[in-house]
Structure formats: structure tokens, C-alpha cells
């Protein structure tokens, strides 16, 4: 995969790390020329220049990559590299960096951004995650502000203890994508049975978040889970 990232700074530089880890071919865009000498980063391709100029996007040859990445510190940066890329050169997906959370409501499909990722709303979550068992914690927004990945850690006294993942009615628009048990990824299938300390991840519209937030306490506390129309849904790691 291709992957051009915008702003070679320390998350700039922390992303690509990452990627090259895993093979990937990875272009780093970045006004400053000295960056190239102090990142570390080996098997990285660079270029110098202002990445808000098409000139620059076109010689990174930008109708080639798979993802584009717009990670510099600026958010004005950030939100026209992400259109561009869009609009310009049909990118199939761009992810912008958020870096004052008052800018985060332009981070959507009319600047062509498909992900923003607010770095310190993220950290919150992460530790929020650590500490509120029980609670549903919001990881990161996806496609434009319309879903969100969220994640329930399982209280060791919930009602639904034992159940299968059949045998929940998971609101209509709530995904059930993963379950992280003793530090290991299982792909949910309707058979699967829920334990304590389980961690939940699911897929879902901001809509249903609340209906998922309501279930979940409902069955932690002991009270009556609001009915839902939906059938219960999941991923069983089959396409058709």
C-alpha cells in the first residue's frame, strides 16, 4: 500500500515508523528539509515543498496513493491537503489530523476528509478506557462524522454474562467487530460467549451509540434493557 503523509513532525514521523514496520511504502511530505536527518526513518521516501501546492502534489504523484495522511500541526494544512487529495487527485481515502478540537466539526466529507482523529479527544478516550469499566468509551469518529468505534469493557457482575452473541439484541446500526479477550483479537460469531473482563468493540452510527450506551448500562445495573427492532448484529468474518 502507498501511503503519502503530509507533516513529518513527531506524529507525522510516529505514523510512518509504524507503517514501514509493516512493509509498506510510505512518502513523507514536509516543508522543512532538515527533518529528512533526524527522523530515523529508513526505507521512507521524502520530498521537500508546501504541500498545499498541487505542483508538489503532483510530483509526489499523489493519483497513486492508496491512503493520504495529513498530520502537520497546522489545521489549515491539514484541511486543504485532505481536499486536494480528494478532489483533485481522487484519493481513496485521507485521514486529517485535528490539532485544536474547536477546528473539528470542518473535518468532514465538504474538505474531503474520510477520518479525523483528534489527538488529545483520542488520548482521553484511551484513558478513559483504562479506568471506566462499564462505561461505552468513543475510540475515534469514522466516515465523516457519521459512525464511531466504541468500546465496552465487560463488568464481571453484568446480567448478560454467559449469553451468546446471538443472544443479544444489539441495536439496528451496532456492529459487533471484535472482542478483545485476555489480550487476544476473536472475530465474533453469533456462538461466541461473553465473559467478564471481555472487551467489546463495535462499529457504530452516532445515533445508535446512545442505544448501545442504554443497553449496556441497563444490563450492568440489573434494569429492564430498552427493546430494540433491530435483529441482532455481528461479524462473522464472511463476505455474501
Not at 522543512?32 to 536527518?37: A, D, L, R, Y
Not at 481513496?92 to 479525523?116: E, H, I, L, Q, Y
Not at 443472544?167 to 446500526?173: E, F, G, K, S, V
Amino acid at each position: 500500500m502507498k501511503v503519502v503523509i503530509v507533516g513529518a513532525g513527531s506524529v507525522g514521523s510516529s505514523i510512518a515508523r509504524e507503517l514501514l514496520g509493516h512493509q509498506h511504502d510510505v512518502l513523507l511530505i514536509d516543508l522543512k528539509p532538515e527533518v529528512i536527518g533526524r527522523s530515523g526513518l529508513r526505507g521512507a521516501h521524502w520530498l521537500v515543498g508546501d504541500a498545499c501546492e498541487l505542483s508538489v502534489l503532483k510530483e509526489a504523484r499523489l493519483d497513486d496513493a492508496d491512503v493520504v495522511v495529513s498530520a502537520s500541526g497546522d489545521d489549515k494544512v491539514n484541511l486543504v491537503v485532505s481536499l486536494l487529495a480528494k478532489t483533485e487527485f481522487g484519493v481513496g481515502r485521507t485521514v486529517g489530523r485535528v490539532n485544536n478540537p474547536k477546528n473539528g466539526w470542518m473535518f468532514d466529507d465538504s474538505w474531503g476528509v474520510d477520518v479525523a482523529v483528534n489527538t488529545p479527544q483520542l488520548m482521553t478516550a484511551l484513558v478513559e478506557e483504562a479506568v471506566e469499566i462499564g462505561d461505552v468509551v468513543r475510540l475515534l469518529t469514522l466516515q465523516t462524522g457519521v459512525s464511531s468505534l466504541v468500546e465496552f469493557t465487560v463488568p464481571h457482575d453484568a446480567s448478560f454474562i454467559g449469553s451468546t452473541v446471538g443472544d443479544i439484541d444489539w441495536p439496528q446500526d451496532a456492529t459487533l467487530v471484535a472482542i478483545l479477550r485476555d489480550q487476544a483479537p476473536i472475530t465474533p460469531s453469533r456462538d461466541d460467549v461473553i465473559e467478564g473482563g471481555d472487551e467489546l468493540f463495535f462499529v457504530t452510527t452516532l445515533a445508535a451509540e446512545d442505544e448501545l450506551r442504554q443497553l449496556l448500562s441497563a444490563a450492568h445495573t440489573g434494569e429492564p434493557a430498552p427493546e430494540s427492532a433491530a435483529a441482532p448484529q455481528y461479524d462473522d468474518g464472511f463476505d455474501g
